[in-house]
């Protein structure tokens, strides 16, 4: 079993960044496959990106190329560098962790989940 704890979220202008990160408790942090997922007011939780235990990322399309997921085994931590931040991207992010095999992207097929960071983007 895992215990994930969220941090650095906050209130940002459009454009700027944030970089959030998740603590991982337990001694097989690197077997898990994590994850971020977001969910703003009203609507569904939506996956964000994700990385497996060797460090490959997978994003949703509306954060590639803006967003980088990373991980260090070492310290049970993984990142999420948020950078070119939009008014969209306003939603409660979670730190979430699964054994499944490394893909997938349904909220469900995570079983860890931390109590999420609100992240605030103005225009």
């Known amino acids: 079993q895992v215990q994930l704890v969220e941090s650095g979220g906050g209130l940002e202008t459009a454009g700027g960044s944030l970089r959030l990160s998740c603590a991982a408790s337990?001694?097989?942090?690197?077997?898990?496959?994590m994850g971020w997922f977001r969910q703003a007011p009203g609507k569904e939780r939506e996956f964000v990106a994700s990385i497996s235990g060797s460090g490959g990322a997978n994003y949703a399309d509306s954060v590639k190329g803006r967003f980088t997921i990373s991980r260090d085994n070492a310290k049970n931590m993984m990142y999420l560098q948020m950078n070119s931040l939009k008014p969209e991207d306003t939603a409660v992010y979670y730190c979430a962790a699964t054994v499944r095999l490394f893909g997938g992207t349904d909220h469900l097929d995570y079983s860890y989940w931390g109590q999420g960071t609100q992240v605030t983007v103005s225009s």
């Open positions: 337990g001694r097989t942090f690197s077997m898990y496959v």
